[in-house]
């Protein structure tokens, strides 16, 4: 089946330490996203990728980093930084940009990230 | 400055009723709409769309209606069932790359359907 992972579930780390989170997807989409949700929020963009080897910063980019070297994965690391790490994350992709029906984006389960 | 706004943290509605949940913009430049839902610890799922040349969109129980001047939409369900309990979050978009320059989340509103 066609989707997109994210892996772990679950996520621990101390504070200090950088960590990378996985995503990868299947649909064959150009588009990828990471985002991040604190409670009581709504997702908030950190960096987007339209193309393989190109990435943008988001509304909240600092403290974390992210590669594109192939189309089906787009890792994002929290890096020592990020001020507030312990959050949501929610990777999604989608469909070339050029066809504008399909602005729909497909999110992965996501990933709680917990510094400790 | 929120581009997006959900007023309404949470909404409790009756099984069998209409629920509408309402979502205000401030951008004009926002030209394609989107509305997912949300169950906790998952990630968001699409439910339905409107583009800004239309003031209506149907999809079986999901209606969502866009008012362009009042920079205003809604998203009616009806009839609302147990499973339509979740959180709702309005997404709009610009078309300039459209999707693939990531959607503007509001805060989302929290759905409760009571039996």
């Known amino acids: 089946d066609g989707g997109i992972t994210q892996s772990p579930k679950y996520l621990f780390r101390k504070e200090g330490q950088n960590v990378t989170l996985s995503c990868e997807q299947n649909?064959?989409?150009?588009?990828m996203y990471w985002y991040r949700q604190d409670p009581g929020q709504g997702l908030r963009l950190i960096y987007y990728s339209q193309i393989v080897n190109d990435f943008q910063k988001g509304d909240i980019a600092e403290g974390y980093s992210v590669s594109r070297e192939k189309k089906e994965s787009f890792p994002l690391t929290v890096t020592s930084a990020q001020k507030n790490p312990t959050a949501f994350y929610l990777c999604?992709?989608?469909?070339?940009?050029?066809?504008?029906?399909?602005?729909?984006?497909?999110f992965g389960p996501g990933t709680r990230l917990t510094v400790l | 400055d929120q581009q997006v706004k959900q007023n309404s943290p949470s909404l409790s509605v009756q099984e069998g009723r209409i629920s509408i949940l309402n979502c205000d913009y401030t951008?004009?430049?926002?030209?394609?709409f989107l509305w997912y839902k949300k169950y906790p610890a998952e990630g968001p799922t699409f439910l339905i769309s409107?583009?800004?040349?239309?003031d209506k969109n149907e999809d079986g129980r999901f209606t969502v209606f866009l008012n362009k001047s009042a920079k205003h939409l809604s998203l009616h369900i009806v009839p609302s069932q147990p499973g339509d309990s979740a959180v709702y979050f309005c997404a709009p978009s610009m078309y300039s790359g459209g999707g693939a320059d990531g959607l503007t989340f509001g805060k989302g509103t929290h759905l409760i359907i009571q039996p």
């Open positions: 409107i583009s800004s040349i239309k």
């Open positions: 649909l064959n989409h150009d588009a």
């Open positions: 999604a992709s989608s469909l070339p940009a050029a066809r504008e029906d399909y602005n729909e984006q497909f």
């Open positions: 951008n004009s430049m926002f030209d394609y």
